[in-house]
């Protein structure tokens, strides 16, 4: 049996066991993917009706203020009109003080309505506040119950990163480079198994690259496995290796 090959197998096993132990300590887990993303949805939910609220909010004042200008204009057309001389400048004055009383009146049912939308949206946001209580404790205790495993799945990546450092301490320096090459090419492995290809009533048994379905020789597979180098496939070049070896 070729040991190269099989610390090399045994390095591909740790480095995915590896991966798939930091994807689980950052990602958050299967068992609770449901609650998370309800848990998100409903956050965005109350956090678009806070704004909502605070846009209402944003438009009263403005009304409000764009009232107190009016009517500040309104009093300084009042005290014009006793100064008028002519009956030109008063019919010019009382335009513009209907003019002005005409926007008054408008901001002031802005503002109303306003405070209605702000009402409204502090009354929705009550109610789903309520209704997010029970999700959010659910999702505390869920946390908690995450953060609990993830002492063990650290302790299990810190030994399979040992387990790294001595495979390749085991292996030939330029072989375990050959291995990061072709691991850079293809991030999922770096390594595919020999299978012989099924065609009944043909004599010779055929084999084939089961990554890359390209056809291998037969006497490659002897050098697979007698072998003491690594055999890479002659169409993608990833490292080659018999499933009895696995
Ligand atoms: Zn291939």
Redesign the pocket.
């Known amino acids: 049996m070729n040991q190269n090959l099989q610390n090399i197998l045994e390095l591909q096993d740790a480095l995915a066991r590896l991966r798939e132990a930091e994807r689980r300590l950052q990602e958050i887990p299967d068992w609770m993917r449901e609650l998370h993303d309800e848990h998100e949805t409903r956050k965005a939910e109350i956090e678009a009706l806070e704004e909502t609220a605070e846009e209402a909010s944003r438009q009263r004042r403005a009304a409000e203020a764009a009232v107190q200008d009016g009517q500040e204009k309104l009093k300084k057309y009042q005290q014009q009109i006793n100064r008028v001389s002519t009956q030109r400048e008063y019919g010019a004055l009382l335009q513009e003080i209907d003019t002005v009383k005409g926007q008054i009146s408008s901001q002031e049912e802005q503002a109303f309505s306003s405070l209605e939308h702000h009402e409204q949206a502090q009354k929705d946001l009550a109610a789903l506040r309520e209704s997010f209580r029970e999700i959010e404790q659910r999702y505390a205790a869920e946390l908690v119950r995450w953060e609990s495993e993830k002492p063990e799945i650290a302790r299990q990546a810190d030994d399979l990163r040992g387990r790294i450092t001595d495979l390749k301490q085991r292996l030939p320096r330029p072989m375990v480079s050959q291995f990061e090459r072709i691991l850079e090419r293809y991030p999922a492995g770096a390594v595919?198994p020999v299978r012989p290809i099924e065609r009944p009533g043909r004599g010779q048994r055929e084999w084939h690259?089961a990554?890359?379905n390209?056809r291998v020789r037969p006497q490659v597979v002897v050098e697979i496995r007698n072998g003491s180098s690594l055999v890479q496939?002659d169409?993608?070049k990833?490292i080659l290796y018999l499933e009895e070896q696995a």
Do not use: E
């Open positions: 595919a690259c990554a890359c390209y496939c169409s993608c990833r």
